[in-house]
């Protein structure tokens, strides 16, 4: 079980067993940012305002992306080129990866604007880095994989701290 990838609602699309067979990519999951909502009651989540074709038009663009638990970071990749929604280059991702005291591994793949390096000590929640959308990625999200080892292990979000962060959105 994770901490919350981001401060706001958000959603995710999982990878099915087989699909990717890469560790940190089997088992993994692609968050998005929703957003839409005018009120309680009218509208709609969506994840992009007007038709999504720049990255700004994106909820989640440049949202901040919060550490998993607290661990270690053990890895970090740079990838400066940033996408247009659509198209993506074929090249690897900005990366974070993370390792707990159980030496859970999770990886968080299209971030941008890393804020950690290896070596550095993070906390569940803390800010580590910004959505982005780079490598091989079609629109501004983040890739999150977990594993242990050679095992891959399915994501689960701590549903109960998510309401903490804001338990007034519906």
């Known amino acids: 079980m994770l901490s919350p990838l981001f401060n706001q609602r958000f959603v995710c699309a999982e990878h099915p067993d087989g699909e990717l067979r ?27 305002r007007t038709d999504g074709k720049r990255n700004e038009d994106w ?9 998993p638990f607290t661990g270690t970071v053990v890895g970090v990749s740079n990838n400066p080129v940033t996408n247009t929604p659509g198209s993506m280059k074929p090249s690897l991702p900005s990366f ?6 159980d030496d859970l ?16 000590r993070v906390s569940a929640g803390q800010v580590v880095a910004l959505d982005g959308n ?11 994989g977990a594993y242990r080892g050679t095992t891959p292990f399915q994501i689960r979000w701590d549903l109960r701290a998510e309401h903490r962060i804001f338990p007034d959105q519906n």
Not at 134 to 144: D, E
């Open 22 to 48: 890469q560790l940190g990519d089997a088992l993994g999951t692609d968050c998005l940012v929703i957003g839409g909502m005018i009120d309680r009651e009218n509208g709609f989540f969506r994840l992009f």
């Open 105 to 120: 591994i999770v990886a968080y793949a299209h971030v941008t604007d890393i804020r950690v390096r290896i070596g550095d």
């Open 134 to 144: 780079n490598g091989f990625a079609r629109a501004p999200h983040v890739h999150v």
């Open 59 to 67: 909820y989640g663009w440049h949202a901040e992306v919060l550490a």
């Open 96 to 101: 974070i990866v993370f390792r707990r005291a």
